[in-house]
């Protein structure tokens, strides 16, 4: 069962920006660092972005760097997922996720709570 929601895709044409928004309802979610992942058709799931648990430190996965941005706000339990100049390869089901230890923000099997994910898909 979910824990997180995702909301914000949708389609976009290349070059074009949406912003994702990841809502963790009733979790101590201030004390967790959180990950966005994405998985396109055939492809296995892979880190995106990833955001400190008081936002002090992000780190971002090469294919994404520049473009996309990730931010926090702990007051309204949510993190964000800014992508700007979207190509074709961005593609993907978007998940957010929480992990507790920063050491494993890049890797999906050390995340504890996921949600359904938010498809996103820009055409070229």
């Known amino acids: 069962q979910a824990q997180l929601v995702e909301s914000g895709g949708g389609l976009v044409q290349a070059g074009g920006s949406l912003r994702l928004s990841c809502l963790a309802p009733?979790?101590?979610?201030?004390?967790?660092?959180m990950g966005w992942f994405r998985q396109a058709p055939g492809k296995e799931r892979e880190f995106a972005a990833a955001i400190s648990w008081n936002g002090d430190a992000t780190d971002y996965a090469d294919s994404v760097k520049g473009r996309f941005s990730i931010s926090r706000d702990n007051a309204k339990n949510t993190v964000y997922l800014q992508m700007n100049s979207l190509k074709p390869e961005d593609t993907a089901v978007y998940y957010c996720?929480?992990?507790?230890?920063?050491?494993?923000?890049?890797?999906?099997?050390?995340?504890?709570?996921w949600g359904q994910g938010t498809q996103v898909t820009v055409s070229s």
């Open positions: 996720a929480a992990v507790s230890a920063w050491g494993g923000r890049g890797a999906a099997s050390r995340y504890a709570a």
């Open positions: 009733g979790r101590a979610f201030s004390g967790y660092h």
